[in-house]
């Protein structure tokens, strides 16, 4: 019998107010799909069960059917730890606040690397969030700081210095070859249409501008390990799960130059390692504030493993490209 993801996402029984939409590969276009593995909001344990399929055209895994992008909102709420609302978490609170800024400077080590970043340097920073990447690039190169993200009602202390457009990226006024740098940092796995985003961040780089894009792996460790509770497929918010050849494929559909391709990022793979193993054992729902001592604990034994993580294809890859 013929595959049909229209059928098999009715079996899954969601709340009738979801109203799923029918779409073909990102990549290729293809209809034809066969079923991947089904995904749940884990993180925060929302309702709902989502439908990964696999094209067999190309191999790209994307949910298929999805929410339409005007329902997919609800995912986004305060409890999204990208948004950085709760402040207070007793007295860990300096040791998360120290992670958190951790993570933007680890961007800012890999970013320098590839671009000489002073007061001149545009930078535009896609699914920014509240920012704290680009503030931390402020207030240490005094770089021109601009941001996009879908989210409405996005605040933080100095928000206010960013360049922030509201909204889907490719529908933003933006100048055309305006930035030196765009990087997309675990936004292009949420995307529905990174086509578009793609020709959008070649539109508005300078030549000789670099676009950086980090997205976990799925043909890494952690997947193989979790599968379906893989911290990766955060279902229904990622809408295409990338292996390598996959992203890569799509930047060459693009005819975006590949400077250099590292199997490993700025955020931190310790995260799956733990949230996976969390999901496995307790299910979907993770109370952060009630695991964060532990959190750290293993983090703590872990550390000779973690020494290694950029040669154990743990969970993320970055790609690094430059506009000719």
């Not at 929302?46 to 298929?64: A, D, I, R, S, W």
């Not at 995912?75 to 207070?88: T, V």
Request: neutral net charge.
């Amino acid at each position: 019998m013929k595959f049909n993801p229209e059928e098999e996402i009715l079996k899954l029984g969601n709340p009738s107010r979801f109203n799923f939409e029918v779409i073909s590969c990102y990549h290729c276009g293809s209809d034809e799909s066969e079923k991947f593995l089904v995904g749940e909001d884990d993180l925060t344990g929302k309702e709902g069960k989502f439908l990964y399929v696999q094209c067999k055209k190309c191999e790209l895994v994307y949910q298929k059917p999805r929410l339409p992008i005007t329902e997919i909102k609800e995912f986004y709420d305060s409890e999204y730890i990208a948004h950085r609302k709760k402040k207070d978490w007793g007295f860990l609170t300096p040791l998360y606040e120290r992670a958190m800024n951790k993570h933007d400077r680890e961007k800012d080590k890999l970013v320098s690397k590839y671009v000489e970043i002073n007061s001149q340097t545009e930078i535009l920073d896609v699914g920014c969030a509240v920012g704290t990447f680009l503030l931390h690039l402020n207030k240490k190169y005094d770089c021109k700081i601009s941001g996009v993200d879908f989210k409405e009602d996005l605040s933080y202390p100095d928000f206010d210095k960013i360049n922030f457009y509201e909204g889907l990226f490719y529908e933003q006024p933006i100048e055309e070859n305006k930035y030196d740098l765009v990087t997309m940092w675990h936004f292009f796995e949420h995307d529905y249409d990174p086509n578009k985003s793609l020709e959008m961040a070649k539109k508005v780089l300078k030549p000789g501008g670099k676009l950086i894009i980090e997205v976990p792996r799925l043909d890494s460790l952690t997947f193989k390990l979790f599968k379906n509770k893989w911290p990766g497929v955060q279902a229904p918010q990622h809408t295409a799960l990338y292996t390598k050849k996959a992203i890569l494929n799509m930047l060459k559909k693009h005819n975006l130059m590949v400077e250099e391709y590292l199997p490993y990022g700025a955020f931190p793979p310790y995260f799956y390692i733990f949230t996976g193993t969390y999901f496995k054992m307790f299910g979907k729902g993770l109370k952060l504030d009630k695991i964060i001592f532990p959190y750290f604990l293993f983090q703590l034994l872990l550390s000779p493993v973690l020494l290694f993580q950029r040669k154990l294809n743990l969970s993320m890859q970055t790609i690094i490209c430059k506009i000719e």
